[in-house]
């Protein structure tokens, strides 16, 4: 198995610019989360999907950010427009029926400048 | 609202010391424990989870972690730490559903 797989591994863009995230989660597991790990605030849980379906967006920041899972093996969070304050390590997870063990992406390390 | 603290945002220790790294959560009902390690410029891996059971549960790398349901916690122990144990390490809780809420982090230096 692959693993969890997240795209692209770094992103630089300028302030106002539209960046998407992408990410598969490994085949079989039903749920799929966005982090987001900085320094100040560690690692932050944005939102997450179960079966396809958002659960819990309450830890999404602002309007500017949103996530898509169209189907099970695919999905996007995508940042419109970008800020610097947005720049960050975004971490895609996804978990099996086993009561929450996580299988993390590699990230996406985002830079707005 | 569910949260996770960990108590040491950094700890610095020689080689062969014993490490313990305190973990408290703050939720009613039945939880899932775990533990992940961040080694420098990699992702997030699980050391060790407790379910249910034996309190005391073993994980990768020689480390262990013992669940105090009356003080809620679930404290990271290794007798002796090693140059490579170097690392962010992260408590997280998952309670009800798929929520898992991660702890701040603790970051860990072992001086060789």
């Not at chain 2, 480390?63 to 408590?91: G, H, M």
Request: hydrophobic share 35%; net charge neutral; proline share 5%.
């Amino acid at each position: 198995d692959a693993g969890v797989i997240q795209s692209p591994r770094h992103e630089v863009t300028e302030m106002g610019q539209e960046v998407t995230l992408r990410c598969k989660p490994i085949s079989g597991h039903n749920s799929l989360f966005w982090y987001r790990q900085t320094m100040m605030r560690g690692l932050e849980l944005l939102i997450y999907f179960n079966n396809n379906v958002p659960i819990d967006d309450s830890g999404m920041p602002e309007d500017r950010f949103s996530a898509k899972m169209p189907n099970a093996s695919f999905s996007t969070l995508k940042i419109q427009p970008s800020e610097p304050r947005d720049s960050a390590v975004y971490f895609c997870a996804s978990s099996p029926t086993d009561r929450g063990k996580l299988f993390f992406g590699s990230g996406t390390q985002l830079s707005v400048l | 609202a569910q949260s996770v603290s960990q108590h040491n945002h950094h700890v610095i220790l020689s080689e062969a010391a014993s490490l313990e790294l305190g973990c408290n959560y703050s939720y009613g009902g039945t939880v899932n424990l775990f533990w992940y390690v961040q080694y420098p410029g990699q992702h997030l891996q699980l050391l060790l989870k407790y379910f249910s059971g034996d309190p005391l549960v073993k994980g990768i790398k020689g480390f262990e972690a013992e669940f105090i349901k009356s003080k809620f916690s679930f404290n990271l122990r290794k007798p002796s730490v090693q140059w490579s144990d170097t690392a962010e390490y992260f408590c997280a809780v998952t309670s009800g559903g798929f929520k898992t809420i991660f702890g701040a982090g603790t970051r860990l230096f072992v001086k060789a």
